[in-house]
């Protein structure tokens, strides 16, 4: 009778807490979070359809790299800087995020923005000789937004192109996205 007695109370324990966790979940990890936008994840930067659904009138996108992470605390931080606007901030990048990955996530967001106005935050450590690495530009590439930035007719095809030329450059450490990149294509 005990061990029922206990099985009884650890289900009721295990539904309590399984109810609480989801209703926890659905209320702070929604995408119309107004966090979302200041949420730094590769999770949110992969998906164009999940940025886009968060963009409004009042939308702001601020593209950056690993500062967008490393000066949360400064008040040279974006969400900083645009508090008491009128802003929903829309922040994207983190460390080895640069140019040519921002490029594509705009391609790829563009036909969901309805507030026309971009905030590139440039790092020096972009301006080295070297460029990009591969295995960096590699590891942030996104084949989502890949795939939607060239469906976006307003690019222009020699936009594409040097976009895709560039990539091509760069993946020459992943052939297996690149083969993938290319079929695309």
């Given at each position: ?18 109810a ?7 209320s702070?990890l ?9 949420w ?25 790299s690993?500062?967008?992470n490393?000066?949360?605390k ?9 508090a ?82 560039r ?6 450490n ?12």
């Amino acid at each position: 009778m005990k061990k029922a007695v206990a099985f009884v109370v650890a289900f009721v324990l295990f539904l309590g807490t399984a109810a609480g966790c989801y209703f926890w979940s659905d209320s702070k990890l929604s995408f119309h979070n107004p966090k979302f936008g200041t949420w730094i994840s590769d999770k949110k930067f992969y998906s164009h359809e999940a940025i886009t659904a968060n963009l409004n009138k009042d939308s702001i996108v601020v593209f950056g790299s690993s500062e967008l992470n490393h000066m949360r605390k400064t008040k040279y931080h974006p969400e900083k800087m645009f508090a008491g606007q009128k802003l929903n901030l829309m922040m994207m990048g983190a460390g080895y995020y640069q140019s040519l990955s921002h490029a594509i996530e705009l391609g790829a967001i563009e036909p969901g923005m309805k507030n026309r106005k971009v905030v590139l935050v440039l790092s020096p450590q972009w301006f080295r000789p070297a460029g990009v690495l591969p295995d960096a530009f590699a590891s942030r590439f996104s084949e989502d937004n890949f795939i939607a930035m060239l469906q976006n007719d307003k690019l222009s095809a020699e936009t594409k192109k040097q976009i895709i030329a560039r990539m091509e450059t760069l993946m020459v450490n992943d052939p297996g996205t690149m083969k993938r990149a290319r079929l695309y294509e």
